[in-house]
């Protein structure tokens, strides 16, 4: 399976993006697809996933206010969106496999991050 992450761009504090992450095949309820960030200076740290057997999600305690991971299985996505975004939340943000795994040198597959920007 290959991903591929979209949507990043620069907005406002306070504003919204939503993140996509395209797979490259009919894969989704065979992988826990995860989004992670690894902001500027900083390690890769997990964000959250959700699973492929039955669509549950999880959060790092920090977004789960603010972000909602979602799937569209008939489009293979995945998608964050991204409420009350604050200038802590700039980052390269990647889906990948085995997403609900929030060690970061598990082996897995990484899309293409894209990047956030949060700034006024």
């Known amino acids: 399976v290959q991903l591929q992450a979209s949507g990043g761009g620069l907005v406002q504090p306070g504003g919204s993006l939503r993140l996509s992450c395209a797979a490259s095949?009919?894969?989704?309820?065979?992988?826990?697809i995860g989004w992670f960030r690894q902001a500027p200076g900083k390690e890769r740290e997990w964000v959250s996933c959700i699973t492929g057997r039955d669509g549950k999600t999880y959060y790092e305690t920090s977004v789960e206010d603010r972000f909602t991971i979602s799937r569209d299985k008939s489009k293979n996505m995945v998608y964050l969106q991204m409420n009350l975004l604050k200038p802590e939340h700039t980052a390269v943000y990647y889906c990948?496999?085995?997403?609900?795994?929030?060690?970061?040198?598990?082996?897995?597959?990484w899309g293409r991050g894209t990047l956030v920007t949060v700034s006024s």
């Open positions: 095949e009919s894969t989704l309820e065979s992988y826990n």
């Open positions: 990948a496999t085995e997403g609900c795994d929030e060690r970061i040198t598990v082996e897995r597959v």
